[in-house]
Each structure stands twice: as C-alpha cells, then as structure tokens.
C-alpha cells in the first residue's frame, strides 16, 4: 500500500543508514585513538584491568628510577672501597720496608701519613644524592646503618599493595666513624688489638688498657699437678682339688631267710685292700639293711681294711672308698652255719660308679666394705681375673637408691653372672664382698685387680671413708675457691694444661665471646659475666671442647660459699697425670687504629728494639686485618649491586610484559579496522543511495493526482 502519511520504506532505509553512521563513528574513533576500548563503556571489565595495569606499571617506573639511584649509591661506596684497598695495600708495603734494619722511618712514615690522609679523602668523597655509607656518624640521632632501595612494586590477588626493598647493612661497610662512644669506630679507625706472633697481647705500641677483668676464678698462678695412683690387686684363696669317690652298690636288702650262725663272704678289692681280700660276715645279729651295714663294717675291721665306708639309705647298701672297688664272685655269699646257701639276702651282684669328686671353688673376701660417700647415680666399675685368664672381666654397675654392701653384691652377682658368684659375707664376714669362682679345683681362683668409682656426671672419686676395695684413682687438680669474674671485650683468662703425660701442654683460652656463647642460655646472663661455680664449670667445659683437650672431666666441688673446680684426668692409675699451669688473666691488649698508626711517636721510639720488632708486626696485622675486612665489604657491596642489576632488568622486562598485556586487551587492530571501515563507508553510500529511492516514492504519489 503507498500512503503519504508513512513511508516504510524511507523508514527503514533511514534506520539502516543510521546503523551504519554509529558503526562508522566507533570504527573512525578506534582508527584516530588506535584504541578498540577507550572507555568504561566499552567494555568495563577490561578497561578496569588495563587502567589498573596502567597505574602500576607507572609506579614500576618509579622502582625502575629508585634502583637506578641505589646501583647508583652502591656504586660510589663499592668504588670507595676499591680505592681504599689499593691504599691499604701500599701502607701494608711501606710498614713492611720500615721493619728493615737502616731504613729512614720518619720518610717512611711521611709516606704514610699521606696515604692516610688519602684514606680521609676518598671516604668523605663517597658520597652519592647525600649519602655516604663510608664515613658516618653512628652517634647522631636517627642514625640507621641498615639503607634500604626500593626493587618492586607488587599488587596481590586481593588487591593489596606492597613495596619489596633491597636491605644493606653499612655497619660492616664505614671506614670511618665519627662517633665517641666507646668500642665504636670504621674500619679504619676503629681500635684493634696488637698481638705478638704467638697470639699474646702486647702492652705497648698503642692506647693503654686500664679496665677489665682481674680474677682467675680460683686458678692458682702456681703450678697444680697431680699423678693418679694404681690399684693393688686382690689376691683370692685357690679352690681344692676334691677327693675322688668310688662307690659300688649293692642290690637292695631283704632280710628273709637269715638264721643264727648264718654268714655272707665275697673277696674285697679297694681301701687299703689293694689285691682281691676275703671279707666274711656274720649275720647273727642282722635284723635289718641298717645292722648289715654295721655287721660289714665289722668284718672289714676283722680283715683289717681300712679306706671303705659302708653307707647307704633305707635298704640299700654301699661300700665307698677313693680308690676303685671291686667285689669278686659271681654273688655275694650267704651260707647256713652247715655251709649251705639258703638265699642272697636281695644283695645281688651289684653296680660300681667311679667319680674323681668336684672339689671346693676359688674365692676371694674383701675388706669391710663401706658404703659411705656413694651415691645414687654413682658407677663401680670392677676389674677381675677369674682362674688365671688372660683377660680379665670387667663389669660396671650403677648404684641405686639404696646402696647397701648387699644391694652391691646383687648388683655385682647379676653382672658377672656366668663368671663368678658374688655375695655378702657371712658371719665374721659379714659388710665383706665375696667373689667366688664356678669352677672347682686346684686351677679355681679370682682375682679382683681395681675398682673403678666415679659420680653420675662420670667424674672420677673417691669415697670419703674407705671401700675395702683396690680403688684405682685418677690425677685430679683443684682450684682455689671460686669468685665472680666479668670480661670485658678485650680480656682473657687463660692457663695451659697437660693431660696424662702428653708431649705438649695445651693453651685454654676464655674470652667474653666464650662466656656468651656457653651461657647463652642462662637466665639473667649479663655479656662476660661468671656469676658461680656451676657457670664456671659450663665455661670451663666450653673453653676446653674449643681447645680441643680431651681425656679430662670438669667437676664442681665444696660447699656453698667455697665452691671450687676439679679437673680430673680420664685415665685410672699410674698413667693417669695432669697438670694446669701458667695462669695469666690479661685486660687486653694495647689498641691501635690503622688512621693512628705512627713508627716516629715518642712512645714508639723509646721501645727496646725487640719491643720496636713486636710492634712493627702488630702495626702490619692491624693493616692487613683492615684490608681483610676492606674485601669483605667491597665482596658484599658486590653481590648486593649485582642483585639490584638484575632487579633492574627484571623491572624493565616486567613493565615491558605488562605494557603488552594492556595492547592485548585495549588497543585496536588497525587492519582490521582500516578493512570494517571501508565496508562501512560502501554501506553508507548505499543506505544514502536507498533512503533517496525511497524518498522519491510520495513523488510518485503526486503524479497521480497532475
């Protein structure tokens, strides 16, 4: 239908056209911004994570800018350093060339005194943006040597914001230290200890030492030894050899049949019968096994042998001698007084056993045996010979509770249990210990060589009364009645020690270091402070595992107020010697900085030679431990601007990543837009083209009515 009211197709050319008119405006605006979302709307979820993106790849270029400035910083105190350990090292030569003999010292030391000042310069000159991690002033207020450059810049899953730092410690890098508090100071002039070539502290040379420690803590200055003392072996009482027993058993008695004048006979050999002996018995009066018995000793008395015992139980009969017995016939005779057999009386033939007999034991008694001065924990460790082996037997038992010369002997009898049996005594023995070996004979015997004691902690002792016992005791020094002492930084304790007659004594040393590091643990422990015995022992302990001595125990002994250490060798008896000599406690040594070192001074100069000889090798030791730590830090300062270069291309790469990332998700592909636009400006030109067509439709209209 054509109306003039509507034109649907001029409608829907229009829309159309318009269409293409905003697909057109978006493609134009992609193309002049190069961006596909440019705002909010056009998609929010993505322009929300590149904005953000964005933002922080901005502050990344800051971290970026700050790295810069700290390899920057790091830098100049490394170069510093490298400088500073080239002047070093000619002080090092020029105080070498001084210790030869002839040689001008004053130029040697106008020499030094302008690479010194030199040390000056570089340091103050170190300094980068205002700072300068090489001369410093650990005094003023705020002062932190810990200086931190930013390297990253991070955001977590939940948004969250955090900044990572790059932390440097200067305390170990500043050659100078301005500050006056006392053991402060650089590398350079901060005070170092001079020591001879043995390690001992030298007294001259630099700034006197007038504090510190002076007690030993009981260490007697004079010599202390002591030499143990061996066990005399106790002697057991050998066993007997026994008596050998022969024995020939009749068969078992039965009386039936035996008359008046009735009589039995056989030939006898054994006892004292050493041939075959006729032995005739009257059985007038044998009623039963125990007159038969009787009426057989008789008649061996009759045929006059001695040796043979008659025995026997119930209605058996024995003849017992130490030789074999032998009884001749067939049977033993029993004749009627008219001389015929009747019966056997149930004597039989009879069976003979020869046995050599067991004999007695071996056994030794000891002393009374006292207890006293033991301990629950306590060890005993007893050393025996049993039958003249080779080898002895040795056996430790720990005593109990309750020690009692009984609780020993059943501690002892369970641990030799298949060497020897062992009990207390009996009456008059009773409080005695008895050894007693499990075999017999002439060969049985035990020997008990020493008794080893020693307390819980598995110090050597001695009971305060004696045990009865061969007790074999170990060398043991004691020391003087403890005192507290405190170590300053630079004071010692030290003393030599030999233990069991060894080649050489061993130097212990105990500094503040030392007292520390063993009483870290204490509760209330103040730096270098021994405040009693039980500290003292754990230092002692400490200081002798660092000197590495070993083959001694450190013990703690006497009462509260008068406490003293004991050392005591490991080693029982006559080997066993120690010896602690040469106790000095030293309040350090004389200091001296490498800015202060002089070989021209007035106090220098009136040294003996040898004093001057000393000196000089202090002087070059302190140098060269100043260029040892000089290394250090420029080691440190090294690794630490290595770590930032990476940080530094790390950043860079990282900004780079996510400066892709955002084009991914924002910016617009130009030949893809460049193409859609072209499309959209022929759709243009043909939506015109068609709404112009569809305009012209009411002319039509017009004609109609012309």
């Known amino acids: 239908m054509t109306s003039v009211l509507y034109n649907a197709a001029a409608t829907t050319a229009l829309r159309v056209l318009q269409s293409t008119n905003t697909k057109l405006d978006t493609v134009e605006n992609r193309i002049s911004t190069g961006l596909k979302i440019g705002e909010a709307k056009d998609n929010a979820a993505y322009w929300s ?3 953000t993106l964005k933002s922080d790849n901005s502050a990344m270029s800051s971290v970026s800018d700050a790295l810069g400035l700290g390899a920057a910083t790091v830098d100049t105190a490394y170069q510093g350093l490298n400088s500073s350990l080239d002047v070093l090292n000619k002080i090092k030569e020029k105080l070498t060339s001084a210790t030869q003999d002839g040689v001008d010292r004053k130029a040697v030391q106008d020499e030094v005194d302008a690479l010194q000042e030199q040390l000056k ?62 053991d402060s100071g650089g590398i350079l002039d901060g005070q170092v200890a001079l020591k001879k070539a043995d390690g001992s502290d030298l007294k001259v040379g630099g700034k006197a030492t007038d504090k510190g420690n002076t007690s030993t803590g009981g260490l007697s200055a004079t010599a202390s030894s002591d030499t143990g003392v061996a066990a005399t072996a106790l002697e057991g009482t050998a066993g007997a050899p026994g008596t050998p027993t022969a024995t020939f058993a009749f068969g078992t008695f039965d009386a039936t049949g035996i008359d008046t004048g009735d009589t039995i006979s056989f030939n006898l050999t054994g006892g004292s019968a050493t041939s075959a002996t006729a032995v005739t018995v009257d059985l007038t009066s044998v009623t039963d096994a125990a007159t038969l018995r009787t009426a057989i000793t008789n008649a061996l008395t009759t045929a006059t042998i001695t040796g043979v015992t008659v025995g026997g139980t119930g209605n058996a009969i024995t003849l017992s001698a130490a030789t074999d017995i032998t009884v001749a016939g067939t049977t033993p005779n029993n004749v009627n007084a008219d001389g015929t057999t009747t019966t056997t009386l149930g004597l039989g033939n009879g069976t003979q056993t020869a046995s050599t007999g067991t004999g007695t034991a071996g056994e030794l008694t000891t002393g009374t045996f006292t207890t006293t001065g033991l301990a629950e924990g306590d060890q005993l460790t007893f050393s025996l010979t049993v039958d003249g082996a080779a080898e002895p037997v040795v056996k430790t038992i720990t005593v109990g509770a309750s020690h009692s010369v009984s609780d020993i002997a059943a501690l002892l009898d369970t641990a030799f249990d298949g060497a020897v049996d062992v009990a207390e005594g009996s009456t008059p ?29 598995g110090a050597y002792k001695v009971p305060s009364t004696p045990t009865g016992l061969p007790t074999t005791e170990a060398a043991t020094v004691s020391t003087g009645t403890f005192s507290a002492l405190t170590l300053d930084k630079d004071d010692n304790l030290s003393f030599t020690i030999q233990v069991d007659k060894a080649l050489a004594p061993t130097t212990v040393r105990i500094d503040q270091a030392l007292v520390d590091s063993a009483l870290k643990d204490v509760t209330g422990h103040t730096s270098g402070n021994i405040a009693d015995a039980d500290q003292f022992k754990t230092v002692m302990e400490a200081a002798l595992k660092a000197a590495n001595v070993k083959g001694v125990t450190v013990g703690k002994a006497g009462t509260t107020g008068s406490e003293h250490l004991t050392f005591t060798s490991e080693t029982a008896g006559a080997d066993s010697s120690l010896k602690l000599s040469a106790v000095n406690v030293s309040q350090g040594a004389s200091t001296i900085s490498v800015d202060e070192i002089d070989v021209t001074s007035e106090s220098f100069t009136a040294l003996s030679q040898a004093d001057q000889a000393d000196v000089l090798a202090a002087y070059i030791s302190v140098v060269n431990t100043a260029i040892s730590k000089v290394t250090a830090a420029a080691s440190s300062l090294g690794a630490v601007s290595g770590r930032i270069e990476l940080q530094q291309g790390f950043v860079t790469d990282l900004m780079d990543t996510i400066d892709k990332g955002v084009s991914g998700l924002v910016d617009a592909d130009m030949n893809e837009e460049s193409t859609r636009l072209q499309a959209l400006q022929v759709q243009q030109q043909l939506g015109v083209q068609a709404l112009s067509i569809a305009n012209q439709s009411a002319q039509n209209v017009l004609r109609l009515f012309q």
């Open 49 to 51: 994570i590149s904005t």
């Open 429 to 457: 023995d009773t409080g005695k210990l008895v050894f007693k070996s499990q075999s017999t004979g002439a060969a049985s015997n035990v020997k008990l060589n020493s008794v080893v004691i020693k307390d819980a902690d």
């Open 121 to 182: 310069s570089i340091a103050n000159s170190s300094t980068f943006s205002g700072e300068n991690w090489l001369s410093v002033n650990s005094q003023v207020a705020g002062y932190n040597p810990t200086k931190s450059v930013v390297a990253s810049f991070t955001r977590d899953a939940n948004g969250s914001v955090s900044i990572g730092k790059i932390d440097i410690n200067t305390s170990s890098i500043a050659l100078y230290d301005a500050s006056t508090v006392s």
